[in-house]
C-alpha cells in the first residue's frame, strides 16, 4: 500500500507540474490509489504462474511488477514520466522497449525468458487489433521467449484477436497463457491477413 500511496502523491506533483502533457489522462489513474491496489493484486495473481521460472513485463508502466517481485525484469519506453517514477520509487526498469506499432523489433534485450508478460497491452479499449502491429507484438516477444516459455497476455481488448485454444487465467481482466507454438500459429494468421490485402 506504501508503494500506492507514494505513487498517488508523486503523480499528482507531476500532473501540478505538467498540466499539457500529451499523455495526462492515461497518467491520472496513477493518482488513484485503490486502482494501483487492484494493479499489484493482479500481478500477484500473475506471478503465482511464473513462480519458478525467469520472468519479463514488457511495457512495464510503473514497475507493479517488481514490487511484488524484484526478481522480474522490466521493460519499458524510456518517457519522461515512467523515468521519474522508476527513479523517484526505486523500480528501474532493466531493458528499454521501442514503439511496437512502428518497429519490428522493439524488446531492447536478447535474453530468453521463461515468461513473458504483456499486462494491459493493446489492444486498447474500443480499438481492434491491427493484424500489423500484433505481428510485430507476437514476433518480437516470440524471439525471447525459451523454446517452452509462455506469454502471460492481457489485452485491453480482444476486437479481432483470435483467442480461440488460448488458455484462460483468472485475474478479473481477459488474460490468457499463450504458447509459443500458439504464438507461430498467431504470427502466420496475421502475416496471411496482411497479404490479402497487398494489391494485386
Known sequence: KLFAEQLAVFTNSFLRDNPTHPDFNNIQQYTDVKHSMQMLEQYEKLLAITRGGNVIDVGSGVGYAKVVDSSVHTANPPVDYQVQVEQMLDVERDFDCADCRIYS???????????????????????????????NVFTDVRRILKPEGKLIYTPISIEGLRTT???HINTGMQTFEITRRQLYDAILTANKVLQSRLPT
Open 165 to 167: 485454444g488460448w488458455k
Open 105 to 135: 523489433k522493439w524488446i531492447g534485450t536478447d535474453n530468453q525468458y521463461d515468461y513473458v508478460i504483456l499486462h494491459r497491452f493493446m489492444p486498447w479499449a474500443n480499438q481492434e487489433a491491427d493484424h500489423a502491429t500484433m505481428l
